[in-house]
């Protein structure tokens, strides 16, 4: 699978890739209501941070109790009801009167389902497309997350302008009803992957496996990094509260372009090699942010930087060639709770540090820390990542 045509030829590809866009475009503009709500009430960069990406914290009580389910429950089911969720949720944070720390606690409980959510949908495309096709399908889906995420911003800063943060909250879950009616009229059912009743035990049992041998270096990639990267994107609002939905889009753009790169038209040989750039390309420009840059090179540098998460893609393809089929749901959403966590843990420390700091400072010592971790991980990779067998 080769081509784009092929891959929406594929049955099911395009509501699931439906699904997944109106997922995102429910998270773009429900979060960044909520952080503007959240700033406008406390003034707090770091409350600020965490009301936007704190709930990928709570995707940690989720891989480690509740991930075996991801290729336990049948597909179409799940998903459904995990939007239903999320909208019924994001609805209750637009009630007049909740206090920040109710807000707090609704999305923090998601955290969990979204854990879950995450593991069935990225398993059902493993399951729908044919092992050479996820590469490209996963890059699609990533491409819709950066234009969703284009427009998301866009569209939820002129809404946060026009209504409210509370009435923007409301848009965002009528997304997640569209999303949960085009997985459950565009979506066949289908049964579980794995048999036997999720548990907490074949859970652990799942993530250990997966945590060891050429794996675990792996997981470490797609998760440390880039995390400390969306630390420097948490602070946005509180950098430029006027250009934050801005930054976002650019932010979004960048990283739809190395998407396109990476899924497209990148050779296999070339792969392996463009890793570590492309890593040192995601945090190196956020380092200008120390000198308070003009808005025209602040937007150029997010931009700029956002294009190397496309090594994030890669090494997803590196995951699955190491990944037995019937674990490819709960690896997936492994690898998506624990990216999601550690953005979380990205966006609480870059909030600290912005406390004591400036935002702007803070930026650039988030950037700084991930080339730190990108240089760690190239030190302790295999020479011939790309031969490596299950």
Do not use: K
């Not at 952080?35 to 989720?62: C, E, H, K, R, W």
């Not at 803070?362 to 190239?378: E, P, Y």
């Amino acid at each position: 699978m080769r081509t784009y045509g092929e891959l929406f030829r594929a049955p099911e590809f395009t509501p699931l890739f439906l699904t997944s866009a109106g997922l995102v475009a429910g998270q773009t503009v429900g979060g960044l209501a909520l952080a503007t709500l959240v700033y406008d009430a406390t003034g707090s960069p770091l409350l600020s941070a965490l009301a936007m990406f704190g709930p990928a914290l709570a995707q940690v009580a989720g891989a480690a109790t509740l991930l075996s389910a991801a290729d336990r429950l049948p597909p179409r089911a799940a998903l459904t009801g995990a939007a239903l969720l999320f909208a019924l949720g994001t609805a209750v944070l637009a009630l007049p009167g909740l206090p920040v720390q109710a807000a707090l606690a609704v999305v923090l409980a998601l955290g969990p389902v979204a854990s879950v959510a995450g593991g069935v949908r990225y398993g059902l495309l493993n399951e729908l497309l044919t092992r050479d096709g996820y590469l490209l399908g996963r890059s699609v889906l990533n491409m819709s997350t950066g234009i969703t995420q284009i427009c998301g911003y866009a569209a939820g800063g002129a809404l946060v302008a026009a209504l409210s943060p509370r009435g923007t909250l409301l848009a965002g879950a009528a997304l997640y009803l569209a999303a949960a009616v085009a997985a459950r009229l565009g979506l066949s059912r289908r049964p579980a992957r794995a048999g036997g009743r999720p548990s907490a035990a074949r859970t652990w049992r799942a993530n250990a496996l997966l945590w060891s041998g050429p794996r675990r270096r792996v997981y470490l990639a797609l998760w440390v990094p880039n995390g400390l990267v969306v630390g420097c994107e948490s602070l946005f609002v509180p950098y430029a509260p006027g250009r934050a939905g801005t930054l976002f889009a650019c932010a979004a753009l960048g990283m739809l372009a190395g998407d396109v790169l990476a899924g497209r038209f990148l050779a296999p040989a070339w792969r392996a090699r463009l890793v570590t750039p492309l890593y040192v390309l995601l945090a190196a420009p956020y380092l200008v942010f120390a000198a308070d840059p003009a808005p025209a090179l602040a937007v150029a540098a997010v931009t700029l930087a956002s294009a190397g998460y496309g090594a994030g893609l890669l090494m997803q393809e590196r995951l699955m060639a190491l990944t037995p089929e019937e674990l490819s749901g709960h690896a997936l959403g492994l690898h998506t709770s624990g990216m999601l966590a550690m953005q979380g843990v990205g966006a609480a420390l870059a909030g600290a540090v912005a406390e004591r700091l400036s935002p702007g400072a803070a930026m650039a010592v988030m950037a700084a820390a991930s080339l730190a971790a990108t240089a760690a991980l190239a030190t302790t990779a295999p020479r011939q990542p790309g031969a490596v067998r299950r």
